[in-house]
């Protein structure tokens, strides 16, 4: 008997989940194609050195790697932002704004087989290349809230950051690349003591400490953005609160600042350079949307080219659904039918003039009408077919 089993990290969807599952992509591509998105798709396989100087360490060590028949080192899709980069500096030639959406599933080399993290997952997003203003930071914020809204979800927030606040507060301390994305990290896991023993182990000054300790309480309304005002010293965060409370402002002024709240402990590594976000429903605990802005990251393959975007796991986003009861069951087919065969030609025309009509008509193999009726009423059909002779007759079903 062959292992029927997977391997760990993958799944494979049933009808009602993958129903709901191309249902919810298909609600999220309309919206970002309402504001303008177009889609464009990329392979799952790319040669690793494209981007082997741009994957942080960890995630080279998450990366699905093989061998191409030549030798050439290849990888599974990580991150399908680094492959529009990638697309734009080789086939995007024009200048200008380019809005593009996708909709792909992207790979990630996991060891420990008792993670509750997925080795395959399906990612829809959208990527506003070509602008640097707060403009663009404000029109992806409003297309992740309408996309989740017509995805059916109520019960979410989306919490928003800025990683220049931070770089800015490092460098006004003297601190050096490497010791910055080490604090990053003791941040981002809410490890306010190891932060306190980092800096005093640095001899960072006792000021800058206080301000460092004080970010994770930096969370809320506009109204934190005064608290982080305090003592700052430095163009670099003086700028990035400025682009906060300008989007906030612009939000509220939308009505859509309900669904945001500030975050400056919100410190996302790897290529983003300014805003950052991440979407949490109210009845999961992980995020299930995460973004930002990455304005260097287009130089790593030769274009220099400001841009911002954000994701959305599909996977999270129905658990959430599923929480709030938002699932929908398949559709129910409007007719059934069975048929003696002997008029091919006839039965063929009625049926596919229902389905012209809109109708979805499914053919069943049962040889008696009691069987048909009785398969209607389970699945709840409420027009039954019979072809027999070259005539049809039509039974209208009732539980």
């Given at each position: 008997m062959k292992n029927l089993q997977l391997p760990f990290g993958v799944q494979d969807y049933m009808p009602q989940e993958c129903y709901n599952k191309n249902l919810t992509q298909e609600k999220l591509a309309e919206t970002f194609v309402q504001h303008g998105f177009v889609r464009v798709e990329t392979p799952a396989i790319e040669y690793y050195n494209v981007y082997d100087e741009i994957l942080s360490?960890?995630?080279?060590?998450?990366?699905?790697?093989?061998?191409?028949?030549?030798?050439?080192?290849?990888?599974?899709?990580?991150?399908?932002?680094?492959?529009?980069?990638?697309?734009?500096?080789?086939?995007?030639?024009?200048?200008?704004?380019h809005k593009v959406y996708y909709l792909e599933n992207s790979y990630e080399y996991l060891s420990d087989p008792s993670t509750a993290r997925s080795r395959e997952f399906a990612q829809a997003g959208v990527e506003l290349l070509g602008t640097s203003g707060t403009a663009g930071d404000v029109e992806i914020i409003v297309v992740a809230i309408e996309s989740l809204l017509a995805a059916g979800l109520d019960d979410f927030l989306l919490e928003i950051g800025q990683v220049a606040y931070f770089n800015g507060l490092t460098s006004e301390a003297g601190m050096t690349e490497n010791d910055a994305e080490m604090l990053r990290a003791l941040v981002n896991k809410k490890d306010m003591l190891g932060v306190e023993l980092f800096l005093h182990g640095k001899n960072v000054d006792e000021r800058f400490v206080s301000r460092f300790l004080k970010l994770p309480t930096l969370f809320g309304g506009a109204e934190v953005l005064a608290r982080a005002r305090e003592g700052?010293?430095?163009?670099?965060?003086?700028?990035?609160?400025?682009?906060?409370?300008?989007?906030?402002?612009k939000l509220t002024a939308l009505g859509l600042d309900r669904y945001v709240s500030i975050d400056l402990g919100l410190l996302r590594g790897d290529y983003y350079t300014g805003l950052?976000?991440?979407?949490?429903?109210?009845?999961?605990g992980v995020p299930l949307l995460d973004g930002g802005r990455y304005d260097r990251l287009g130089q790593a393959f030769g274009k220099t080219m400001p841009a911002v975007g954000f994701s959305v796991g599909i996977k999270r986003l129905l658990i959430a659904l599923e929480k709030e009861g938002k699932l929908i069951a398949c559709k129910t087919p409007d007719y059934a039918y069975i048929s003696d065969g002997k008029d091919s030609a006839h039965e063929y025309a009625v049926v596919s003039?229902?389905?012209?009509?809109?109708?979805?008509?499914?053919?069943?193999?049962?040889?008696?009408?009691?069987?048909?009726?009785?398969?209607?009423?389970?699945?709840?059909?409420?027009?039954?077919?019979?072809?027999?002779?070259?005539?049809?007759?039509?039974?209208?079903?009732?539980?």
């Amino acid at each position: 008997m062959k292992n029927l089993q997977l391997p760990f990290g993958v799944q494979d969807y049933m009808p009602q989940e993958c129903y709901n599952k191309n249902l919810t992509q298909e609600k999220l591509a309309e919206t970002f194609v309402q504001h303008g998105f177009v889609r464009v798709e990329t392979p799952a396989i790319e040669y690793y050195n494209v981007y082997d100087e741009i994957l942080s360490r960890a995630a080279v060590h998450k990366t699905f790697k093989m061998t191409d028949s030549d030798g050439s080192l290849l990888i599974l899709r990580p991150d399908p932002t680094l492959q529009i980069c990638r697309m734009a500096a080789a086939k995007l030639q024009s200048e200008g704004i380019h809005k593009v959406y996708y909709l792909e599933n992207s790979y990630e080399y996991l060891s420990d087989p008792s993670t509750a993290r997925s080795r395959e997952f399906a990612q829809a997003g959208v990527e506003l290349l070509g602008t640097s203003g707060t403009a663009g930071d404000v029109e992806i914020i409003v297309v992740a809230i309408e996309s989740l809204l017509a995805a059916g979800l109520d019960d979410f927030l989306l919490e928003i950051g800025q990683v220049a606040y931070f770089n800015g507060l490092t460098s006004e301390a003297g601190m050096t690349e490497n010791d910055a994305e080490m604090l990053r990290a003791l941040v981002n896991k809410k490890d306010m003591l190891g932060v306190e023993l980092f800096l005093h182990g640095k001899n960072v000054d006792e000021r800058f400490v206080s301000r460092f300790l004080k970010l994770p309480t930096l969370f809320g309304g506009a109204e934190v953005l005064a608290r982080a005002r305090e003592g700052v010293a430095n163009e670099k965060s003086e700028q990035a609160l400025n682009n906060l409370q300008e989007i906030m402002e612009k939000l509220t002024a939308l009505g859509l600042d309900r669904y945001v709240s500030i975050d400056l402990g919100l410190l996302r590594g790897d290529y983003y350079t300014g805003l950052v976000m991440k979407g949490f429903s109210g009845k999961l605990g992980v995020p299930l949307l995460d973004g930002g802005r990455y304005d260097r990251l287009g130089q790593a393959f030769g274009k220099t080219m400001p841009a911002v975007g954000f994701s959305v796991g599909i996977k999270r986003l129905l658990i959430a659904l599923e929480k709030e009861g938002k699932l929908i069951a398949c559709k129910t087919p409007d007719y059934a039918y069975i048929s003696d065969g002997k008029d091919s030609a006839h039965e063929y025309a009625v049926v596919s003039d229902l389905r012209k009509k809109g109708n979805n008509v499914e053919k069943c193999f049962y040889c008696k009408k009691s069987e048909l009726i009785a398969y209607c009423k389970q699945k709840g059909i409420r027009h039954a077919l019979i072809f027999t002779g070259g005539k049809m007759a039509q039974t209208e079903v009732t539980k």
